[in-house]
């Protein structure tokens, strides 16, 4: 299993930043990607971005994102980070970090922080 803890959540104005961190401890051997997902109060949770744990780091966004949340990702630290910029009220939300870990050839492992609340308000 791997397990993973959020931080950095907190508020912010609108406009403004925050960055967000997860790592990672217990079997993070044969993680393929690493991501972080919200949820608004009332709504589902919905992806952010995703990004490869592996290779050149693929990453992947919501629409809702692009352009002003960034997700990198630190091997040695077993870390994955999520830069959010130019912050908007409707990102307000608790974001959970997620990891998919390759099990056996044909099953995946699917592990989720606790979450960590973000809010943006004026």
């Known amino acids: 299993q791997v397990e993973l803890v959020e931080s950095g959540g907190g508020w912010a104005q609108p406009g403004g930043s925050l960055s967000l961190s997860c790592v990672a401890s217990?079997?993070?051997?044969?993680?393929?990607?690493m991501g972080w997902f919200r949820q608004a109060a009332g709504k589902q949770r919905e992806l952010v971005a995703t990004?490869?744990?592996?290779?050149?780091?693929?990453?992947n966004y919501a629409e809702s994102v692009k352009g002003r949340f960034t997700i990198s990702r630190d091997t040695a630290k077993n870390a994955a980070y999520l830069q959010m910029t130019s912050l908007k009220p409707e990102d307000t939300a608790v974001y959970y970090c997620?990891?998919?870990?390759?099990?056996?050839?044909?099953?995946?492992?699917?592990?989720w922080g606790q979450g960590t609340q973000v809010t943006v308000s004026s």
């Open positions: 217990g079997t993070i051997y044969s993680v393929l990607r």
């Open positions: 990004i490869t744990y592996g290779g050149i780091g693929e990453t």
């Open positions: 997620h990891a998919e870990r390759v099990v056996t050839l044909n099953a995946m492992e699917n592990s």
